[in-house]
């Protein structure tokens, strides 16, 4: 039997772009997912779009019975960590939930590899787990202080982490830190598809431009940005993923290493930036309104992408405009 990457969280908005290289760069994938923030819909267009097969099981990471199942069974060689709860304020709100969810899943999934001998992980962390600081260039060695709960739960599993690599020499680990992943893939098939208010920028945007919400809401323009908006490093999803696949090239041919590394182009877009060129793509007015800042909210950071630059000969390729016509495109398309 061939070996398999084990993808949690596979049918997300990360994950399953993500299974898209994978399949295409040819690599045998086993999805686990418990569906709680996506649709077994999204896993059929990865099939769409790749003509490629991959097995699916519908369940959760926390369930021990059937990690042992998996890694008993099906000859996994290494694991690409995708899933977890993300929603910063609900985070706030129910701490539990998010600690058990993405600190306790991760444990029992990294306590079954162990026992498996599967000892290569890819992990989805965060640049949330940097907080705030006063210059607006995040590289890695900047500290890390989160200001909030999901943030927290990233960085306590990057340092278990760190913590079992210590112990055992024999793991190999990539740390990703996402900046602010956008856009959808270039088919128009798969994208984000929030199933509540969605949290982020772009996808709301997209959302007042298909008249599917009235506006929308800024966040402070009194910020010192030159247009008083917050700025931010805003990745294309099909660069975030490219990334993955060859961070998991990395730590499969070096062997016994743990990296962290940013994800991000290293340039930042303010809001209004990001309505103008949505506007132009879209040929949609998008109407908003100023109100309050919201605690926490920070007028500018980006990436250092420096080191996953060099470490993974990779590079973020695509622009602001790409980033609207793909969001543009799945939103106008593809409700599922
Ligand atoms: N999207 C972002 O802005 C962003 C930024 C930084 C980091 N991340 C991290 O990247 C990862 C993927 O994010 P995404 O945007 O694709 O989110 P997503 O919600 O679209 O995908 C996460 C997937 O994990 C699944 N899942 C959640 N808990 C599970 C569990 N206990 N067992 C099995 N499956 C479970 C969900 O059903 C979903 O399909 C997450 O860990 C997230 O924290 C996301």
């Known amino acids: ?19 898209v290289k994978l399949l295409e760069e040819g690599y045998d994938v086993l999805v686990l997912d418990n569906l709680s ?3 077994l819909e999204t896993l059929d267009r990865v099939t769409s779009i790749t003509k490629k097969k991959f097995e ?10 059937i990690l042992k199942e998996i890694f008993k069974n099906k000859s996994i060689n ?18 539990i939930k998010y600690y058990e969810n993405n600190v306790l899943g991760s444990i029992v999934l990294l306590k079954e590899m162990a026992l498996a001998e599967v000892k290569t992980i890819v992990f989805s962390s965060s640049a949330t ?24 739960t990233k960085l306590i599993i990057e340092n278990i982490l760190r913590d079992i690599k210590n ?14 992943p956008v856009g959808a893939h270039s088919s128009g098939f798969i994208g984000e598809n929030p199933k509540e208010k969605p949290n982020n920028l772009l996808p709301y945007v997209a959302q007042v431009a298909a008249g599917l919400r009235e506006k929308l809401f800024i966040f402070g323009d009194d910020y010192p940005t030159v247009d008083g908006t917050g700025r931010r490093d805003y990745i294309h999803i099909e ?3 490219s990334a993955h696949v060859r961070a998991l090239d990395y730590i499969q041919k070096n062997k016994n290493i743990l990296f962290t590394v940013n994800l991000g182009t290293g340039r930042s877009y303010s809001v209004f930036e990001m309505i103008n060129a949505f506007e132009k793509v879209s040929g949609k007015k998008i109407p908003f309104k100023v109100v ?3 605690i926490g909210d920070l007028a500018e950071f980006y990436a250092d992408p420096s080191k996953a630059e060099k470490l993974l000969d990779w590079k973020a390729n695509f622009d602001i405009k790409k980033m609207c016509e793909d969001t543009w495109r799945w939103q106008k398309n593809n409700i599922i």
């Open 1 to 19: 039997m061939e070996s398999k990457i084990l993808v949690t969280g596979g049918a997300g908005y990360i994950g399953s772009h993500t299974l």
């Open 37 to 39: 923030n996506s649709k």
């Open 56 to 65: 699916f099981i519908k369940g959760d990471i926390r369930d021990k019975n």
């Open 78 to 95: 290494s694991v690409m960590h995708f899933a977890g709860l993300k929603a910063v304020g609900e985070s706030e709100n129910f701490p």
């Open 129 to 152: 787990v940097y907080g705030q600081h006063s210059n607006n260039r995040y590289d890695e060695k900047t500290p890390t202080k989160p200001i909030n709960v999901y943030g927290k």
């Open 167 to 180: 112990s055992d020499d024999n793991w190999s680990i990539g740390l990703l830190r996402y900046f602010n």
């Open 239 to 241: 660069d975030l993923s």
């Open 292 to 294: 309050e800042r919201r």
